[in-house]
């Protein structure tokens, strides 16, 4: 037995997944290499553009699970903020509106990123903006951390040096990256998918075998354990703010964002893409099972007087977010305990592949070509190479200034995504619906959120005294605050497009048009949409 808690065989699993996942990357790369292509950078950056629905739904549901998002989601079912799990519940609807609103809009444009698409809707500032606002919260956030998060894992439960478990998330996921583009990213993701889902499912199944069944469960804790609501004027999740707040971030993050966006850009065509959503909103309903739940199993577990688990306390304070290491090193037999930190690597580095893709992307296409237009495609698909280089070296470098920051702080360093969002997310929205909104009303919305989202964070951070009428400001939830500055940013937008009137001519492509039949009817896929969302009501009202 390693001094880890894990057994040779479990070490033997991690080793297989690891050349599994290497094994294909590889193949995909060699298979590419013999084809020719004319326009190399679309076989790089988008697959080829023929990526069909299983992949393009796989993928979006593997780039989006972190090793941090799961292991944050167990801590939150066994801390008892059980409406954490709305968010992937709320992300199922997102995905719809992806696929039915956004989709053809997208790939009718012919874009390559997000940046670009705003660049067609508006003009070049707004590309630009929305570009580097991209890279930098990638590198700051979603790199850093991820890279982090597997140093973590390594060192909790493979016994292995932090920074040595780092370097090798990043070297490995970042090789098969830089070589392979985003077809190896995809595929790598397709796999990682069934190694995560298979992996917290028999966490959650271990978890309800050492407590005896669903109503052991409920007999053990509180009904709050189990209850997706919470009083509008509750600090973390009021439901006010769940309606209403959470899909204004949702739209950004999973309409918007080009980490995910890009899945949907590689479809081989429109109905593909919408069949990749549809499937994709269907297992971002299994979070609330597989890696919510898990954590409610591990506080009803440690909990009695005879305790199965025992969780870690720091500064006489129980640390929840272990919920995850904790049940897979004391409640697993040996081999699923590898199965899981397996899963977890695919859950990490499913996500790091797809924001090097992503990044790397959004430098070559949206930066590097927009001053060297005459680029060849072999040369743009190396500098996107190079770009992924450079953001490895780069998030390995941000990582020790993480403890500088210390905890609480970085998690606020993470929000500037959500004070930032609401004014990206109205610029998309409304204008694909309202022709006269021009480049003008996008510059002066962007700017202006930017302003107050900003001044938010700093207030919040610093905490100053302000007497109680302006206070609201500081201590608004923050899905309420999203509400407030996307409202805001909507009456700027279209008030500064009214004022600025735009000779403009929008393309028919880039707005919605009644009689352009851009949402067309197809049978099944409404009939999975209306099952997904009767599904989603369901559970809105089983846990209750």
């Not at 508006?122 to 991209?134: F, T």
């Not at 985003?182 to 397709?190: E, G, I, P, Q, S």
């Not at 995910?260 to 499937?279: D, S």
């Not at 770009?387 to 070296?393: E, K, P, Q, R, S």
Request: hydrophobic share 55%; with cysteine; aromatic share 14%.
């Amino acid at each position: 037995m390693n001094h880890s808690g894990l057994h040779t065989v479990d070490f033997i699993v991690v080793i297989g997944y690891f050349l599994l996942v290497f094994a294909i990357a590889g193949i995909l790369i060699l298979r590419d290499r013999k084809k020719s292509s004319e326009k190399a950078s679309a076989q790089y950056f988008l697959g080829g553009r023929n990526m069909g629905w299983f992949i393009v739904g796989a993928s979006l549901f593997a780039s989006n699970i972190g090793s941090e998002h799961l292991v944050g989601l167990a801590g939150a079912g066994a801390s008892g903020d059980f409406p954490a799990a709305q968010f992937e519940i709320i992300a199922a609807f997102m995905l719809l509106l992806l696929g039915w609103l956004f989709v053809p809009f997208y790939l009718r444009s012919g874009v390559f990123t997000m940046p670009e698409f705003l660049e067609k809707r508006y003009d070049a500032w707004s590309r630009g903006y929305l570009s580097w606002v991209s890279i930098i919260g990638y590198v700051l956030t979603k790199i850093s951390v991820t890279i982090a998060a597997g140093g973590i894992i390594f060192t909790a439960l493979l016994g292995i040096d932090f920074w040595t478990g780092a370097i090798v998330v990043v070297v490995a996921t970042g090789l098969y990256t830089i070589f392979g583009g985003l077809k190896a990213v995809v595929y790598t993701d397709m796999i990682q998918m069934f190694i995560l889902l298979g992996g917290s499912l028999a966490v959650t199944y271990y978890g309800f075998q050492a407590l005896g069944g669903w109503e052991n469960l409920s007999h053990t804790v509180d009904a709050s354990y189990l209850n997706l609501w919470r009083d509008s004027n509750d600090s973390a999740f009021p439901w006010t703010g769940i309606l209403f707040g959470a899909p204004i971030l949702g739209v950004w993050y999973w309409c918007t964002d080009q980490f995910i966006v890009q899945r949907v850009l590689a479809a081989k065509n429109i109905q593909e893409a919408r069949k990749g959503t549809i499937f994709a909103g269907y297992l971002k309903l299994l979070p609330m099972f597989i890696f919510v739940l898990p954590g409610v199993l591990a506080y009803a577990l440690s909990t009695g007087a005879n305790p199965v688990l025992t969780f870690p306390v720091e500064n006489g304070e129980t640390v929840y977010d272990a919920a995850l290491p904790v049940m897979t090193l004391q409640l697993l037999p040996i081999g699923v305990r590898g199965l899981v930190v397996a899963g977890l690597l695919a859950a990490l580095m499913s996500s790091l592949s797809s924001v090097f893709n992503s990044c790397s992307t959004l430098f070559t296409i949206d930066i590097y070509k927009k001053y060297f237009p005459d680029t060849s495609e072999k040369k743009l698909v190396r500098i996107g190479q190079i770009a992924t280089g450079l953001l490895v070296i780069l998030g390995l470098a941000w990582i020790p200034f993480l403890r500088i920051l210390d905890g609480g702080l970085f998690q606020k360093l993470q929000s500037i995504q959500s004070y930032i969002s609401p004014p990206i997310a109205a610029v998309f929205l409304l204008g694909l619906f309202y022709k006269k909104i021009n480049a003008k009303g996008a510059k002066y919305a962007l700017i202006f959120g930017a302003i107050v989202g900003g001044l938010r964070l700093i207030l919040e951070l610093s905490n100053p005294s302000f007497p109680v009428v302006f206070s609201w400001f500081i201590d608004m939830n923050f899905l309420h605050f999203a509400v407030f500055l996307f409202v805001l940013s909507s009456l700027v937008l279209i008030g500064v497009s009214s004022i600025y009137k735009s000779d403009y001519q929008v393309d028919s492509n880039l707005i919605f048009q009644r009689t352009a039949g851009l949402v067309t009817l197809e049978k099944l896929n409404l009939s999975l949409s209306a099952l997904l969302v009767g599904l989603i009501i369901m559970l809105w009202y089983v846990f209750s």
